[in-house]
Nanobody
Framework: QVHLVESGGGLVQAGGSLRLSCAASGSIFRINAMGWYRQAPGKQRELVAGITRGGSTNSADSVKGRFTISRDNAKNTVYLQMNSLKPEDTAVYYC???????????????WGQGTQVTVSS
């Protein structure tokens, strides 16, 4: 089993920055790609960004140029640096991991519990 624990969410003004972290534990040898999804009230969960064990990244068009995903394989941790935040970025952000050896994509195999990000205008 894989356990994912997120941290770093909170309240920030528009234009500000936050950094989310997600630490993996347990059967981490099963994990290839890790990343983030988000879900705003009344909306479907959507992919934000992902990164493979080898460092290949992918991200949603809506966050390109503002969000950066990175990974420390030695610490089994993935980070999401979010800059130039907008009110529409407000959502619960979920860390996720997959066993498939391909780019981060739906569906993941493991989920974190989620962390709230709120961007005020």
């Amino acid at each position: 089993q894989v356990h994912l624990v997120e941290s770093g969410g909170g309240l920030v003004q528009a234009g500000g920055s936050l950094r989310l972290s997600c630490a993996a534990s347990g059967s981490i040898f099963r994990i290839n790609a890790m990343g983030w999804y988000r879900q705003a009230p009344g909306k479907q969960r959507e992919l934000v960004a992902g990164i493979t064990r080898g460092g290949s990244t992918n991200s949603a068009d809506s966050v390109k140029g503002r969000f950066t995903i990175s990974r420390d394989n030695a610490k089994n941790t993935v980070y999401l640096q979010m800059n130039s935040l907008k009110p529409e970025d407000t959502a619960v952000y979920y860390c996720a991991a997959q066993r498939r050896a391909e780019n981060f994509s739906w569906p993941p195999d493991y989920w974190g519990q989620g962390t709230q990000v709120t961007v005020s205008s």
